[in-house]
Antibody, heavy 121, light 108 residues
């Protein structure tokens, strides 16, 4: 069964940094793009960033561009999200998901269980 | 940026049909995907590419998309269908993925 397991979340002070990881298993990781989606407490889903299978294409939401960096290590079947200059609005559960689709569209399946990020002094 | 609008809530009696709408400018020209999220759980893909359904979900779940509205239809609703549902598209104009505002489906 395809599995994604996030880690690296925690409590960080405003202005601080955190690096999230997502370990993938039971599929050929290097064949797929990957995505990060977050969810603030009691709120809806918000796309954060996506990366193509070979890291040739990366995309960011406007709210995180310049502060967050997505990367991957296909040899380690792992996806990463380096988060800098964190603020309270970055608080939430961060999910990694596999990107599926065509040249016209992309959807996400499956999703990991999520890792909690809390930005507070 | 592209905006997807969903009703905050939909209530339906067991055995009836629930329709969750997702409104967006000319959304019929895009491919729409739907996710189900139950409390404390990660989202699950319900429908991809407007109307393709993964085997994990029964035929009671279906999708359609035309004009300015996409719709997720849940027929013969069961208590276990109670969840939040989100639509999602890829906006090629901005190279951004966009999620709808989410709809809480309540089974009466």
């Amino acid at each position: 069964e395809v599995q994604l397991v996030e880690s690296g979340g925690g409590l960080v002070k405003p202005g601080g940094s955190l690096r999230l990881s997502c370990a993938a298993s039971e599929f050929t990781f290097s064949d797929y793009g990957m995505t990060w989606v977050r969810q603030a407490p009691g709120k809806g889903l918000q796309w954060v960033s996506s990366i193509s299978s070979t890291s040739g294409f990366v995309f960011y939401a406007d709210s995180v561009k310049g502060r967050f960096t997505v990367s991957r290590d296909n040899a380690k079947n792992s996806l990463y999200l380096q988060m800098n200059s964190l603020n309270a609005e970055d608080t939430g559960v961060y999910y990694c998901a596999r990107s599926l689709g065509t040249v016209k569209t992309v959807w996400f399946d499956p999703w990991g269980q999520g890792t909690q990020v809390t930005v507070s002094s | 940026s592209y905006v997807l609008t969903q009703p905050p809530s939909v209530s339906v009696a067991p055995g009836q049909t629930a329709r969750v709408t997702c409104g967006g400018n000319k959304i019929g020209a895009k491919s729409v995907h739907w996710y189900q999220q139950k409390p404390g759980q990660a989202p699950l893909l319900v429908v991809s590419d407007d109307s393709d359904r993964p085997s994990r979900f029964p035929e009671r779940f279906s999708g359609s998309n035309s004009g300015n509205t996409a719709t997720l239809t849940i027929s013969r609703v069961e208590a276990g269908d109670e969840a939040d549902y989100y639509c999602q598209v890829w906006d090629s104009g901005s190279d951004h993925h966009v999620f709808g505002t989410g709809t809480k489906v309540t089974v009466l």
